[in-house]
């Protein structure tokens, strides 16, 4: 279903190259343990059991559960030493998506995409949110995962301006644009610790 977003909501205050920002790596996490074990706990619960998982937006860690098996986890970012740590991973990719959202992959080829603390740099989301349904299997869900922390010069200025739930609900605009079906916003904020919203949809 076509969506009409005001421009200015997709602006950041550092408009040079990506490239340059992820240049150096950062082994560290971005949200609180806490929350990373909600995630974890959450994509035990709505991934299946050997699928094949896309995590978009990726680093050196995915918040995968370790005792669930995966027939492949196919991990982009804009950083390659970041993601030869990540041990998870099967495949790597280096990719702007802010350049180039056409996903390197094949039609209806992931259980699951994942967007984990980062889809407040995309300045093209509804382009890459296309790409993520193309790629989707039927029944395949994208699961977004959002919370308050963010790069501040790189964050599009909806994340800076916009409350927690018009934040989901912009997000959810996204998936309900590449025509995905039973969105749901699924609050998993432990109680003393960074916040987890989640948006899900399904191809
Ligand atoms: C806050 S980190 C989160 C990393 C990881 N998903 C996690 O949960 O720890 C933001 C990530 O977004 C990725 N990223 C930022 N801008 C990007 C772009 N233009 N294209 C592709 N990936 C991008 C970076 O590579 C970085 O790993």
């Not at 995966?70 to 099967?90: H, I, K, P, Q």
């Not at 300045?123 to 790629?135: H, K, S, T």
Request: net charge negative.
């Amino acid at each position: 279903m076509p969506v009409t977003l005001p421009k200015h909501f997709f602006v950041r205050q550092d408009e040079s190259a990506d490239e340059d920002f992820y240049l150096q790596p950062r082994f560290k996490t971005h949200i609180d343990d806490e929350t990373i074990v909600n995630l974890t706990e959450y994509y035990a619960e709505a991934i299946p059991e050997n699928g094949a998982v896309l995590d978009l937006m990726s680093s050196w860690i995915s918040h995968l559960p370790q005792k669930q098996n995966y027939r492949a986890v196919s991990g982009l970012g804009m950083n390659s030493e970041e993601l030869e740590e990540n041990t998870v991973l099967t495949e790597r990719r280096v990719q702007n998506l802010n350049t180039n959202p056409s996903l390197p992959y094949s039609n209806e080829s992931f259980d699951a995409v994942l967007i984990a603390v980062s889809v407040q740099y995309l300045i093209q989301p509804l382009d890459v949110f296309n790409e993520i349904a193309r790629c989707l299997l039927p029944d395949g869900k994208c699961i977004v995962s959002m919370s308050h922390r963010l790069f501040p010069s790189k964050a599009i200025y909806a994340f800076h301006a916009l409350p927690p739930e018009e934040k989901c609900r912009l997000v959810g605009s996204y998936l309900n644009h590449a025509g995905l079906k039973n969105i749901e916003f699924i609050d998993r904020s432990p109680i003393d610790a960074d916040p987890l919203w989640i948006v899900v949809g399904e191809k």
